[in-house]
């Protein structure tokens, strides 16, 4: 497995501010991958993050709004940008561990947009 | 794309019961099911997987069953703990390195003590 921390825990913010999310992890790792997990629901991924490579984003998310860096092969950020309430949600990092879709979560980032 | 479906959404069990949740998938090129846990507060947390090639998987007092054929697998919890109250998703993906997950609804279990 892999140990996962995601900086802030959680924040307030207001609308039209941009917050930048970051997750570190205790090993080297090729692919990580954003979520969002909005209030009582499942899972959606916002985007793929290669090391080395633009990440990939998912129908309905882009760039301008979620940009994501991935600077090397333990660490990565994703900032969301010009908040509104809409985006109040948890935001999930994962790691791919060992190849073969098997991933581990970070603990999340619970973000409030007032 | 694929498209998973879980059942039921919520649970409550007495503790020692067993409990069972499915799940029903459209991809029939998806070979990976994991199963995830999630506490209150807390990030997602795999408790089980399973492949293609295998029919079952235990560890301990749970288990995973696939029914490749029908497109279905089930996550199954023995002998129920109070600690095992949490929402659970399953998902699943082609199995290859960077295919993306595609979660269920998820399930929320209580068990009574």
């Known amino acids: 497995s892999a140990v996962i921390s995601q900086k802030p825990s959680r924040d307030i913010c207001q609308r039209g501010t941009s917050l930048t999310i970051q997750c570190q992890v205790d090993?080297?790792?090729?692919?990580m991958f954003w979520y969002r997990q909005q209030p009582g629901q499942s899972l959606t991924l916002i985007a793929t993050?290669?090391?080395?490579?633009?990440?990939?984003?998912e129908s309905g998310f882009v760039i301008d709004k979620f940009p994501i860096s991935r600077p090397n092969l333990t660490f990565s950020t994703l900032t969301v940008s010009n908040m509104s309430p809409e985006d109040s949600s948890i935001y999930l990092c994962?790691?791919?561990?060992?190849?073969?879709?098997?991933?581990?979560f970070g603990p999340g980032t619970r973000l409030t947009v007032t | 794309g694929e498209n998973v479906e879980q059942h039921p959404s919520t649970l409550s069990v007495q503790e020692g019961d067993s409990a069972v949740i499915k799940c029903t998938y459209s991809d029939s090129a998806s070979n990976y099911f994991p199963w995830y846990k999630q506490e209150l507060g807390k990030g997602p947390q795999l408790i089980i997987d399973i492949r293609s090639n295998v029919g079952e998987k235990k560890d301990q007092r749970i288990a995973v069953t696939l029914n490749k054929t029908a497109k279905h697998f089930s996550l199954h919890i023995t002998e129920t703990q109070p600690e095992d109250s949490a929402v659970y998703f399953c998902a699943a993906s082609m199995g290859s390195s960077g295919d993306k997950l595609t979660f269920g609804t998820g399930t929320r279990l209580a068990v009574r003590p």
């Open positions: 090993s080297q790792v090729t692919m």
């Open positions: 994962s790691v791919e561990v060992a190849g073969g879709s098997k991933q581990y």
């Open positions: 993050a290669n090391q080395g490579s633009e990440a990939t984003y």
